[in-house]
């Protein structure tokens, strides 16, 4: 299968790296990291190793790909659809936060996929990704039901070896997503701390509340998820990945935008259309973007 990573930061290139091992596989990324890439290859370091040599670029437009794997952050998703429609590409999935297929479907005339990851990735340096936890890929259609097509792109990743899992319930599993990080990822990011962090005190609960919260919200929209169900995602998460720094906290830590706006504030704005409040929501967003206005990145 000819594979294009859409955005090839830490998660699109440990991903698009393993499944370069069996497919065709082009990672479109910024420089130094697409350069280094495409002169001496790709390093897989952590829970893994492998040296493998996918084709990078740093053009975005013109490429013909049977799949287009998308993992820019949130707010780069309209103008990352935007050049994928000056590609020809057959499908695309999307392994992003926050709800973002519906820009990319309402932008392209491929049919996309959703997808969640809990793989754990870092990039190290240039040309060097660390796979700091071996987790699953769900894909699915976005509407959910059976579907052909995922059922392809899922053999497609299994037979590069990646933990892959086609579901028939993407609008759960996204909304259960959600809940997940707008509880964990905003708490351990103004709290700075890694996940295991939450478990049974007082910023855990607030990540409940959070993924509470969430819920409801996708209850709203006519997606069924308990709030219980909210609460123990946001508890296996945490268990399970214990050790780890969320994107959130990541994006903090070195100063960079985070994705609150796809998520925490996601759901303030389309609780907003049910008439609903979230205050959790609404005060972990507005910390969030009162700590980028002052970092000047808003």
Not at 111 to 120: F, H, I, K, R
Not at 219 to 225: F, G, I, M, N
Request: charged share 25%.
């Amino acid at each position: 299968m000819r594979i294009l990573v859409f955005g090839a930061g830490s998660l699109g290139t440990l991903v698009g790296g393993l499944l370069a091992s069996v497919h065709d596989v082009t990672l479109v990324a910024r420089d130094p990291h697409a350069a280094r890439v495409s002169a001496a290859g790709l390093d897989i370091i952590g829970a893994g190793s492998a040296h493998i040599s996918p084709a990078a670029t740093t053009t975005d437009t013109g490429h013909s790909a049977d799949l287009a794997l998308v993992t820019v952050k949130s707010f780069d998703t309209a103008a990352a659809a935007d050049a994928l429609a000056d590609c020809d590409v057959d499908a695309v999935l999307s392994l992003q936060n926050g709800l973002t297929e519906e820009t990319l479907a309402s932008r392209l005339d491929a049919p996309v996929l959703a997808g969640t990851a809990t793989y754990g990735a870092r990039l190290v340096e240039p040309g060097r990704v660390e796979c700091t936890g071996v987790g699953r890929i769900v894909l699915g259609a976005l509407d959910g039901g059976p579907d052909p097509l995922a059922e392809r792109v899922g053999k497609a990743f299994r037979d590069a070896g990646l933990n892959t899992l086609v579901a028939t319930d993407m609008p759960r599993r996204r909304w259960e997503k959600l809940a997940v990080n707008a509880g964990i990822n905003a708490v351990t990011a103004l709290a700075r701390v890694e996940n295991g962090a939450l478990a049974g005190d007082d910023a855990g609960e607030l990540a409940h509340r959070a993924a509470r919260e969430t819920a409801r919200v996708a209850r709203l929209e006519r997606v069924s998820l308990p709030n219980r169900v909210a609460r123990e995602a946001v508890d296996r998460v945490v268990e399970k990945t214990a050790a780890n720094r969320s994107s959130m906290l990541q994006d903090v830590a070195a100063e960079k935008r985070t994705e609150v706006d796809a998520i925490n504030g996601a759901v303030v704005d389309i609780a907003a259309d049910h008439d609903f409040e979230v205050p959790t929501n609404r005060t972990l967003a507005a910390l969030l973007r009162a700590w980028e206005r002052g970092a000047g990145l808003r």
